[in-house]
T-cell receptor, first 114, second 114 residues
Framework: GQQVMQIPQYQHVQEGEDFTTYCNSS?????IQWYKQRPGGHPVFLIQ?????EVKKQKRLTFQFGEAKKNSSLHITATQTTDVGTYFC??????????????FGKGTKLSVKP | KAGVTQTPRYLIKTRGQQVTLSCSPI?????VSWYQQTPGQGLQFLFE???????NKGNFPGRFSGRQFSNSRSEMNVSTLELGDSALYLC?????????????FGEGSWLTVV
């Protein structure tokens, strides 16, 4: 079936180091969304990418959507302890509007050592 | 604007019992979906309701059911609980538009089956 693969599963970094998580879809996506879940919390929407090759920035976070709209990445520059959590990508598989078309990756759990 | 509200937040049930979880979406949102989150399986889509109709369904057994009311509030029910049903159950709402939906998660209901 349709899948969104996300790697790595875990990432441990020293505070100040960079961090990147990658998502790959088996099918072309209409858009991709990124969420962050803090320990003990619920997923919170970060951003949505729609256009082929799109790049968006939020302070130290850079999000990219591949040219083929099958892959995406989230890069954090100079991580801080507040970045700790699990980052999920969610690929929207078609234009039907249904939330059921969102396929979540398994997430990358980021830990930051001060 | 109030966020997605889920009740109860925590509950403990015994195998074989049934449970009902409630979700109030963000005002104006007509689409409500439910997810099960476990450490091993990640975020798995249960079903989605839009305007009181089930619009999409994931791969869960018939013990998992849901409904949506005219005010968009939703409930999900799990009958004949099994130990493996222990999980965080997340409700999410969105406008349910054709494309580019952003979904907003509630804080979840932590279910423990003993």
């Amino acid at each position: 079936g349709q899948q969104v693969m996300q790697i790595p599963q875990y990432q441990h970094v020293q505070e100040g180091e960079d961090f990147t998580t990658y998502c790959n879809s088996s099918t072309t996506l209409s858009n991709i969304q990124w969420y962050k879940q803090r320990p003990g919390g619920h997923p919170v929407f970060l951003i949505q990418l729609v256009k082929s090759g799109e790049v968006k920035k939020q302070k130290r976070l850079t999000f990219q959507f591949g040219e083929a709209k099958k892959n995406s990445s989230l890069h954090i520059t100079a991580t801080q302890t507040t970045d700790v959590g699990t980052y999920f990508c969610a690929g929207d598989m078609n234009y039907g509007g249904s939330q059921g078309n969102l396929i979540f990756g398994k997430g990358t759990k980021l830990s930051v050592k001060p | 604007k109030a966020g997605v509200t889920q009740t109860p937040r925590y509950l403990i049930k015994t195998r074989g019992q049934q449970v009902t979880l409630s979700c109030s979406p963000i005002s104006g949102h007509r689409s409500v979906s439910w997810y099960q989150q476990t450490p091993g399986q990640g975020l798995q889509f249960l079903f989605e309701y839009f305007s009181e109709t089930q619009r999409n369904k994931g791969n869960f057994p018939g013990r998992f059911s849901g409904r949506q009311f005219s005010n968009s509030r939703s409930e999900m029910n799990v009958s004949t609980l099994e130990l493996g049903d222990s999980a965080l159950y997340l409700c999410a709402s969105s406008l349910g538009q054709v494309t580019g939906n952003t979904i907003y998660f509630g804080e979840g209901s932590w279910l423990t089956v003993v």
